[in-house]
Protein backbone atom coordinates (compact mmCIF):
# COMPACT_ATOMS: atom_id res chain seq x y z
CA UNK A 1 0.00 0.00 0.00
CA UNK A 2 1.11 3.59 -0.43
CA UNK A 3 2.83 5.01 2.36
CA UNK A 4 0.27 8.01 3.35
CA UNK A 5 2.22 9.53 5.75
CA UNK A 6 5.01 10.10 3.27
CA UNK A 7 3.07 11.64 0.73
CA UNK A 8 1.94 13.79 2.68
CA UNK A 9 5.16 14.82 4.06
CA UNK A 10 7.35 14.96 0.90
CA UNK A 11 6.36 18.47 0.03
CA UNK A 12 7.93 19.44 3.39
CA UNK A 13 10.95 17.40 2.79
CA UNK A 14 11.74 18.37 -0.79
CA UNK A 15 13.66 21.69 0.18
CA UNK A 16 16.28 20.00 1.87
CA UNK A 17 16.28 16.21 0.02
CA UNK A 18 19.24 15.90 -2.27
CA UNK A 19 17.52 13.25 -4.71
CA UNK A 20 16.58 15.75 -7.75
CA UNK A 21 19.80 17.66 -8.96
CA UNK A 22 20.09 21.34 -9.86
CA UNK A 23 20.49 22.73 -13.13
CA UNK A 24 19.37 20.01 -15.28
CA UNK A 25 17.60 20.80 -18.47
CA UNK A 26 14.45 19.09 -20.53
CA UNK A 27 12.32 17.27 -18.08
CA UNK A 28 15.29 17.11 -15.46
CA UNK A 29 14.47 21.08 -14.55
CA UNK A 30 10.52 19.21 -13.68
CA UNK A 31 11.74 19.01 -9.79
CA UNK A 32 13.02 22.82 -9.88
CA UNK A 33 10.00 24.22 -11.37
CA UNK A 34 7.34 22.19 -8.91
CA UNK A 35 9.22 23.27 -5.87
CA UNK A 36 9.32 26.89 -7.51
CA UNK A 37 5.73 27.32 -8.49
CA UNK A 38 4.20 24.88 -5.67
CA UNK A 39 2.55 22.76 -8.44
CA UNK A 40 3.14 18.98 -8.85
CA UNK A 41 3.12 16.16 -6.63
CA UNK A 42 5.58 15.08 -4.13
CA UNK A 43 6.25 11.79 -2.47
CA UNK A 44 9.05 10.44 -0.42
CA UNK A 45 9.35 6.72 1.19
CA UNK A 46 9.89 8.85 4.53
CA UNK A 47 8.68 11.97 5.58
CA UNK A 48 12.18 12.74 7.25
CA UNK A 49 14.77 10.77 5.94
CA UNK A 50 13.72 10.02 2.22
CA UNK A 51 15.48 6.80 0.67
CA UNK A 52 13.49 7.43 -2.43
CA UNK A 53 11.48 10.46 -3.79
CA UNK A 54 9.30 11.05 -7.14
CA UNK A 55 7.76 14.19 -8.12
CA UNK A 56 5.21 14.61 -11.28
CA UNK A 57 3.43 17.64 -12.93
CA UNK A 58 2.12 18.16 -16.03
CA UNK A 59 1.89 14.20 -17.11
CA UNK A 60 5.98 13.80 -16.35
CA UNK A 61 7.78 12.54 -13.48
CA UNK A 62 11.13 12.06 -12.16
CA UNK A 63 12.10 9.49 -9.68
CA UNK A 64 15.21 9.01 -8.13
CA UNK A 65 16.89 7.38 -5.24
CA UNK A 66 16.46 3.50 -4.05
CA UNK A 67 14.05 1.64 -5.39
CA UNK A 68 14.42 -0.48 -2.58
CA UNK A 69 12.83 1.86 -0.49
CA UNK A 70 9.27 1.43 -2.02
CA UNK A 71 6.63 -1.31 -3.32
CA UNK A 72 4.51 -1.10 -6.40
CA UNK A 73 1.96 0.27 -4.69
CA UNK A 74 3.51 3.19 -3.56
CA UNK A 75 3.97 4.34 -7.29
CA UNK A 76 0.31 3.87 -8.56
CA UNK A 77 -0.50 7.80 -8.19
CA UNK A 78 2.21 7.95 -11.29
CA UNK A 79 -0.32 5.99 -13.68
CA UNK A 80 -0.50 7.28 -17.19
CA UNK A 81 3.02 10.12 -16.64
CA UNK A 82 5.33 9.87 -18.73
CA UNK A 83 8.35 8.49 -16.03
CA UNK A 84 12.61 9.57 -16.28
CA UNK A 85 14.28 6.89 -13.81
CA UNK A 86 17.22 5.53 -13.56
CA UNK A 87 17.30 1.78 -14.74
CA UNK A 88 17.01 0.38 -11.04
CA UNK A 89 13.56 1.28 -11.02
CA UNK A 90 12.40 -0.58 -14.06
CA UNK A 91 11.80 -3.68 -12.09
CA UNK A 92 9.65 -1.57 -9.35
CA UNK A 93 7.90 0.08 -12.46
CA UNK A 94 7.18 -3.19 -14.17
CA UNK A 95 5.70 -4.68 -11.05
CA UNK A 96 3.60 -0.98 -10.32
CA UNK A 97 1.57 -0.74 -14.12
CA UNK A 98 0.34 -3.27 -16.68
CA UNK A 99 2.49 -1.76 -19.26
CA UNK A 100 5.30 0.34 -18.97
CA UNK A 101 6.32 1.56 -22.70
CA UNK A 102 10.42 3.07 -23.41
CA UNK A 103 10.07 5.68 -25.63
CA UNK A 104 13.47 7.17 -26.88
CA UNK A 105 13.82 11.19 -26.29
CA UNK A 106 16.25 13.49 -27.47
CA UNK A 107 17.04 17.01 -25.35
CA UNK A 108 18.18 20.25 -27.70
CA UNK A 109 19.82 23.34 -26.54
CA UNK A 110 19.48 26.78 -27.76
CA UNK A 111 22.93 29.43 -27.09
CA UNK A 112 23.17 31.88 -30.04
CA UNK A 113 20.52 34.04 -30.76
CA UNK A 114 18.96 34.52 -34.43
CA UNK A 115 17.52 37.04 -36.04
CA UNK A 116 13.71 37.36 -35.02
CA UNK A 117 11.04 36.11 -37.93
CA UNK A 118 9.03 38.60 -39.34
CA UNK A 119 5.01 37.43 -38.58
CA UNK A 120 2.49 36.89 -41.41
CA UNK A 121 0.27 40.29 -42.48
CA UNK A 122 -2.42 40.78 -39.49
CA UNK A 123 -0.11 39.18 -37.23
CA UNK A 124 0.95 40.39 -33.70
CA UNK A 125 3.64 38.28 -31.50
CA UNK A 126 3.60 38.95 -27.85
CA UNK A 127 3.64 37.98 -24.47
CA UNK A 128 0.75 36.25 -22.79
CA UNK A 129 -0.73 38.96 -20.25
CA UNK A 130 -3.36 37.36 -17.60
CA UNK A 131 -6.37 38.87 -19.57
CA UNK A 132 -5.09 36.33 -22.07
CA UNK A 133 -6.79 33.54 -20.07
CA UNK A 134 -9.82 32.98 -21.86
CA UNK A 135 -8.05 32.93 -25.19
CA UNK A 136 -5.81 30.35 -24.30
CA UNK A 137 -9.08 28.35 -22.72
CA UNK A 138 -11.11 28.86 -25.88
CA UNK A 139 -8.09 26.75 -27.81
CA UNK A 140 -9.50 23.83 -27.07
CA UNK A 141 -8.83 20.51 -25.35
CA UNK A 142 -6.50 19.18 -28.28
CA UNK A 143 -3.90 22.25 -26.88
CA UNK A 144 -4.75 21.98 -22.97
CA UNK A 145 -1.83 20.45 -22.42
CA UNK A 146 0.09 23.16 -23.39
CA UNK A 147 -0.88 24.79 -19.98
CA UNK A 148 -0.87 21.91 -17.10
CA UNK A 149 2.42 22.63 -15.62
CA UNK A 150 0.83 25.92 -14.69
CA UNK A 151 -1.99 25.24 -13.54
CA UNK A 152 -4.47 26.07 -16.47
CA UNK A 153 -4.81 28.77 -18.75
CA UNK A 154 -5.15 31.48 -16.28
CA UNK A 155 -1.64 30.15 -14.54
CA UNK A 156 0.03 30.19 -17.81
CA UNK A 157 -1.07 33.43 -19.22
CA UNK A 158 0.02 35.21 -15.81
CA UNK A 159 3.57 33.18 -15.95
CA UNK A 160 5.80 35.92 -17.61
CA UNK A 161 6.87 32.67 -19.64
CA UNK A 162 4.56 32.69 -22.81
CA UNK A 163 4.23 34.69 -26.25
CA UNK A 164 1.92 33.95 -28.70
CA UNK A 165 1.22 34.44 -32.76
CA UNK A 166 -2.28 36.48 -32.75
CA UNK A 167 -4.32 37.63 -34.86
CA UNK A 168 -7.72 39.74 -33.81
CA UNK A 169 -6.34 38.89 -29.91
CA UNK A 170 -7.16 34.78 -31.05
CA UNK A 171 -3.87 32.77 -30.02
CA UNK A 172 -2.44 30.94 -33.13
CA UNK A 173 0.11 29.60 -32.01
CA UNK A 174 1.88 29.69 -28.09
CA UNK A 175 5.80 28.80 -26.85
CA UNK A 176 5.88 28.68 -23.56
CA UNK A 177 8.29 27.49 -20.70
CA UNK A 178 6.96 23.90 -19.89
CA UNK A 179 9.15 23.64 -17.02
CA UNK A 180 11.48 26.50 -15.10
CA UNK A 181 14.70 25.28 -13.63
CA UNK A 182 17.90 27.49 -12.29
CA UNK A 183 19.64 27.03 -15.29
CA UNK A 184 17.65 26.02 -18.37
CA UNK A 185 13.77 26.19 -19.19
CA UNK A 186 12.15 23.39 -21.24
CA UNK A 187 10.05 25.10 -23.42
CA UNK A 188 6.67 23.80 -25.33
CA UNK A 189 5.25 25.23 -28.42
CA UNK A 190 1.27 24.42 -29.28
CA UNK A 191 0.21 25.72 -33.16
CA UNK A 192 -3.88 25.78 -34.12
CA UNK A 193 -4.10 22.94 -37.05
CA UNK A 194 -5.08 24.76 -39.76
CA UNK A 195 -2.43 27.45 -38.91
CA UNK A 196 0.66 25.20 -39.20
CA UNK A 197 3.29 25.79 -42.11
CA UNK A 198 3.27 29.51 -41.93
CA UNK A 199 6.16 30.03 -39.94
CA UNK A 200 3.81 31.37 -36.65
CA UNK A 201 5.45 28.51 -34.20
CA UNK A 202 8.96 30.05 -35.01
CA UNK A 203 8.40 33.33 -34.52
CA UNK A 204 6.87 32.76 -30.97
CA UNK A 205 9.70 30.21 -30.36
CA UNK A 206 12.65 33.06 -31.12
CA UNK A 207 11.14 35.66 -28.75
CA UNK A 208 10.70 33.37 -26.47
CA UNK A 209 14.28 32.23 -26.49
CA UNK A 210 15.33 35.45 -26.72
CA UNK A 211 13.04 36.56 -23.48
CA UNK A 212 14.84 32.79 -21.71
CA UNK A 213 18.55 34.09 -22.51
CA UNK A 214 17.49 37.62 -20.98
CA UNK A 215 16.29 36.00 -17.81
CA UNK A 216 20.20 34.25 -17.63
CA UNK A 217 18.83 30.67 -18.76
CA UNK A 218 18.96 28.69 -21.16
CA UNK A 219 16.05 27.42 -23.72
CA UNK A 220 16.00 23.44 -23.69
CA UNK A 221 13.70 21.25 -26.27
CA UNK A 222 12.50 17.81 -25.44
CA UNK A 223 11.09 15.69 -28.70
CA UNK A 224 10.64 11.94 -29.16
CA UNK A 225 13.20 10.78 -31.97
CA UNK A 226 10.18 10.05 -34.08
CA UNK A 227 8.66 13.63 -33.97
CA UNK A 228 10.06 14.70 -36.89
CA UNK A 229 8.24 17.99 -37.49
CA UNK A 230 8.84 18.92 -33.85
CA UNK A 231 12.92 18.09 -34.53
CA UNK A 232 12.67 20.34 -37.49
CA UNK A 233 11.58 23.18 -35.85
CA UNK A 234 14.02 22.96 -33.08
CA UNK A 235 16.63 22.41 -35.77
CA UNK A 236 15.00 25.77 -37.67
CA UNK A 237 15.17 27.05 -34.66
CA UNK A 238 18.57 27.46 -33.72
CA UNK A 239 18.94 24.44 -31.23
CA UNK A 240 21.76 21.73 -31.03
CA UNK A 241 21.04 18.08 -30.28
CA UNK A 242 23.05 18.05 -26.75
CA UNK A 243 21.11 14.39 -25.44
CA UNK A 244 19.43 11.34 -25.90
CA UNK A 245 17.42 9.63 -23.15
CA UNK A 246 14.48 7.04 -22.52
CA UNK A 247 11.62 7.61 -20.73
CA UNK A 248 8.69 5.21 -19.70
CA UNK A 249 4.77 5.45 -20.70
CA UNK A 250 3.22 4.10 -17.52
CA UNK A 251 -0.39 2.39 -17.91
CA UNK A 252 -2.61 1.91 -15.44
CA UNK A 253 -1.68 0.59 -11.86
CA UNK A 254 -1.96 -3.03 -10.98
CA UNK A 255 -5.01 -3.87 -9.76
CA UNK A 256 -3.78 -5.23 -6.06
Known amino acids: MPNDNALRA ?12 AG ?3 VGALPEHAART ?12 PRAAAVSCAGYAVLAGDPRATVPGDLAHLAHCYAVAPDRFLPVLGGAFVRIVPWER ?9 PAVRPAP ?9 ADAPA ?45 GSRYEDIAVAT ?34 DNHPSRHLAAK ?7 TYVHYALGAPVAG
Open 38 to 49: GLGTWWADHPSH
Open 122 to 130: GVVVRPLVP
Open 192 to 225: LPAERGRGLASACVRALCTDITARGRIPSWTCSR
Open 10 to 21: APAVRARQPRFP
Open 237 to 243: SGFQLIH
Open 24 to 26: RPG
Open 106 to 114: MIWAHYAPL
Open 136 to 180: VRALGPDLAWVAESWGGPAGLAASGRSWGAFRDRRPLSLACTLFA
